[in-house]
């Protein structure tokens, strides 16, 4: 395994090639880093703002007076070698090469400079990210390379992607969905280190417990298989395989030079491998949050809260589709629900129908029941918008009990609860909502199909988890 | 014939692809179970062997140059008589000689006809990216015109075996349908973890192909076999 460790907590970090075309970007990024930051920059037009943005500038790495434990290279391909030479000579933990016209521009020109730094690389045994990439993000320490990405208190997810966009959107856009990241890095055409050297290290992180990945095609395919099958059984891993087609594929080969060779082969690999399939930024962050926030999910029955009788049908069908059950409550159930439930107006044959004027006591009973029944193994809650708005409207401490009642309930249940947080019209109110369930820990969901089909993602996870662990 | 043996005469000879006779024996020598096939270099063993073997029989040209046999005029099925296979015999040899005058003729194999059951396949073959990677469908339609295969890589577990065969699209005429016999689910996961470990202990071979393997209520044979060496 490839020890990362200076990479990730550098004590010292230095930018070599920033300007203002770019930005100034990277130096930006660091603002909120809490080691020392050096700039590296020889035109003299770009010295004068990179000093008044706050950081001491040199003509050369080598001339920084402070052992430099991790560099970013954002020079041009034809300064690139000189740079890495000395990063080499000055014994850096490791660089990022943002530097990209290497493989995947598909030309000789490309393909020989990458294989010269890859020598070179290897050769001083460099700790070379990239070229190509964003590199690494760890928000602890305030490792950044974009002026969005959080920083502070850091998530339980680490994420692994071949692309920056997407460590940059599952970093801005995950925390709004309640995830939040641990450690992420953006490894481009991965020519020294690769997902797999990445995956190997979050494996052993003990700050990790869910890993996501977004890969084009790995170097070397029996290592990637051999290591995953290995890290499945004690992490999940959510895989996002960029190149699903042959148009796809034709892309990322002009992306990062990396691609699968046999579609059927990979995806076999995939589900032998115990790994969760996804195929897009949704699915990525709704099963992340769900493996981060769900209890264990044991079983495919469902018991469901839906807001209508209307919802009570479509509900039932996403779950149904996701290949999950929603079964009807055990008579005992019944049996406490007539007691207390007025049956016109809605129904309670699970999905259990209320409406948007039930009183909270009422809702905290019907979870209650939920929670004992046998037939029961997930419960799902519907809140809409309107439900949401009409109360706060008529009493507005409404969600404050509202959520200490949820809260409360996940506490003394053993079952996964999730939330789905349908259709609001007023976008306003929604996002209040998800922010309080994001503080919370409350899985919410954007849809009924969504939900069920992180369900069911999860569930097949956990099955395989059993299985293996015999 | 031990491993060794058929490795080193496909190798003296200059050939990579194993005859019928060689695979089906360094499967048999692997614990996998291959109907019993004999060489016949006469008419007259070949009569003798069918007799011994049992009716109805199957003639099949055996040479290391004709690699498509059916082609060539080398297989004669259901044969239910020695005279039967008499004639087949001179008639595979016709055939074969004229379609492949330079081709070296060992004989014939000549084995017991399987009884029907259910057909499926057993394949490997080396992925550039995953190395060896084992392949399972149903017989005939289902992997040739509906590509209704299921891969894992070697080497494979028993949850692996089980879940390949399941996932089929065709997996219900594996549990009987309409009158014929279910196959034998245990049997064939235990033929998959097989031949995943054949071809695991022997890099030596790139591509291996056990079709059509027929099987029954309570056991499975293979028919017949191709091994294709590396290098």
New interface residues.
Partial sequence: MVDLDRVFNPRTVAVVGDKKGQGFFWLKSLKTFQGKVYSVQIDPKEIPEIEALGFPNYTSLLEIPDEIDFVICSAPRGAATKVVQDCIRKRVGGVTLFTSGFAETNTEEGRKAQEQLTQMARAAGLKLIGPNCMGIYNPRNGLRFNVDQFYGEPGRVGFISQSGTHLGHTSTVGPMQGVKLAKGVSFGNGIVLDSVDYLEYFAQDTGIDVIGMYVE??KD??RF?QVLREVTPRKPVVLWKGGETADGTRAALSHTGNL???L???Q??V??CGAIPVKNLDEMLDTLKGLVHLKPVFGPRVGIIALSGGQSVVVSDAYARAGLKVPPLSPASYTELSAFVNIIGGSYQNPFDVNWATPLPNLRHILEVLDRDENVDNIAMEIGGPYLSRRWDAHPEFINELFALLVDFRQHSAKPFLVMLTPAHYEGIAMAAREKFNEVGLPHYANFDRAAQALRRILDYYRFRR??AG | MSEKTVLVKAKQQGRSQLTELEAKEWLREAGIPVVETKLARTKGQAMALSQQLGFPAALKISSPDVVHKSDAGGVKLNLKSQRQVGEAYHQIMTSVHQKHPDARIEGVTVQPMARPGVEVIIGMSK?????P?LMFGLGGVWVELLKDV????VP?VS??AR?MIRELKGFPLLEGYRGSEPAHLPTLESLLLQVSRFVAENPEIKELDVNPIIAYRDGAVAVDARIILEG
């Fill in positions: 095609g790995p395919g029996r298989f699968v060779q046999s059927p082969v990979w076999a690999m589900r032998q299985e293996v | 992925d550039p990216q995953f190395g990677v299921s891969f894992r890589i494979i949850r692996d879940e």
